[in-house]
């Protein structure tokens, strides 16, 4: 499904077609001290050289990684953290060809009792790295199961006008069990035509047994659409197309990255059944998924900005790629209002894994404070 804008001037989304199974002087001493010359106002560059630019660029990228992996959730994911795959994450989102499409997978219907059975940790994120990749001048395709689509389409409604013109589109497809020849088609035409980098936030992968399973391990198979399978075939492909998996548990499509490490751990709970098995490029562990999405669509920013000087400040290129407090409120209302719920209590509230709304807020506040103080 294509999201487009167009009502009275304020750009909303337009479905256009029916949802449905088929869904950026070097310093010279002249001799003299160099310290004399530091310390001389005329001396001091306007501009920072490019060593300088990449070791700034480089410790906000750090700052960003360490403020969402501080284990918040209190689920012992610092110990799994990979230092290093946030920045070659954001580097390379930032650095893809203009026009290039990023294919998100996300959807984690993990409270299945319930209609929908989405949760709230999921949907924001991937929008975030939707906006960010389109404010990079790229196109960004959400792929996501059936019975997460009303929530997609709800939380599409508020992310604002930077989502039209093609730009962002939304495809549901149906559980495995329902699959055909149709949806094997959809599939290899959209790695074939549109996908040059994956990002999977707040999906599930599948564990040793073959199945995906919620935290108290209980499968979700039968509401799942084996969106995996775009992994599978962009790897066939040979294309280097690279995915960069984002999770908070351990049952997350690529946590295989770390799947010995999760089980050695003492902290970490989740039941080795529950373990995903499923590997990945570059692996963002985060306290919440939706955290994750935050930063790398500011990381991506900040890359783009310091390659580029693209948006006149890293302040500003940051606010083109990530959601304000106020859009991010109005993002996960809609996601709720389209009966999305908190997959930690169950509750119908704008809530994330049992943290309540403002916990996302000062996180999502502190990214954007560290990115307006790296000049």
Not at 44 to 69: D, Q
Not at 161 to 172: K, N, Y
Not at 350 to 360: E, F, H, I, Q, R
Request: hydrophobic share 40%.
């Amino acid at each position: 499904m294509d999201i487009t804008q167009g009502i009275a001037g304020i750009a909303f989304f337009m479905i256009t077609s029916l949802i449905s199974r088929q869904f950026a002087h070097a310093l010279k001493p002249n001799g003299d001290n160099l310290a004399s010359n530091l310390a001389s106002k005329g001396s001091l560059l306007k501009k920072p050289p490019p060593f300088r630019r990449s070791i700034t660029s480089s410790a906000a990228l750090s700052k960003i990684e360490e403020r969402i992996g501080r284990g918040e959730g209190g689920r012992g994911i610092e110990e799994i953290v990979q230092r290093g795959h946030f920045k070659k994450a954001a580097e390379h989102l930032a650095r893809l060809s203009p026009n290039s499409t990023v294919v998100i997978l996300s959807g984690f219907p993990c409270c299945i009792d319930r209609s929908p059975p989405s949760e709230t940790d999921g949907p924001p994120g991937a929008f975030s790295i939707a906006r960010s990749a389109v404010a990079l001048g790229l196109k960004a395709l959400i792929l996501t199961d059936e019975c997460n689509e009303d929530v997609f389409i709800s939380g599409a409604s508020a992310v604002g006008d930077w989502a039209g013109g093609g730009r962002l589109t939304l495809e549901s497809f149906p559980p495995e069990s329902e699959w055909g020849e149709d949806e094997a088609k959809r599939l290899i035409e959209i790695v074939d035509n549109r996908c040059d980098h994956i990002v999977a936030i707040e999906r599930p992968g599948r564990a040793k047994d073959g199945s995906c399973y919620t935290m108290r391990g209980i499968s979700m198979d039968h509401l799942l659409a084996p969106l995996d399978k775009v992994i599978d075939l962009a790897k066939q492909k040979d294309a280097g197309i690279v995915v960069t998996a984002i999770g908070d548990g351990g049952n997350e499509l690529g946590m295989g990255k770390v799947y010995s490490e999760i089980l050695a751990s003492k902290k970490i709970l989740m039941p080795e059944k529950c373990v995903s098995v499923i590997s990945c490029d570059h692996l963002i562990v985060s306290s919440v998924s939706n955290w994750g999405g935050f930063a790398l669509a500011a990381g991506a920013g900040v890359v783009r900005y310091f390659d580029t000087k693209e948006g006149g400040s890293c302040k500003a290129m940051v606010a083109k790629c990530l959601q304000s407090l106020e859009e991010e409120t109005k993002i996960l209302n809609s996601c709720v209002s389209a009966g999305c719920r908190d997959g930690v209590s169950g509750e119908m509230e704008s809530t994330v894994d049992g943290m309540p709304l403002k916990t996302s807020l000062d996180c999502l506040e502190e990214i954007h404070e560290i990115c307006e103080n790296v000049e």
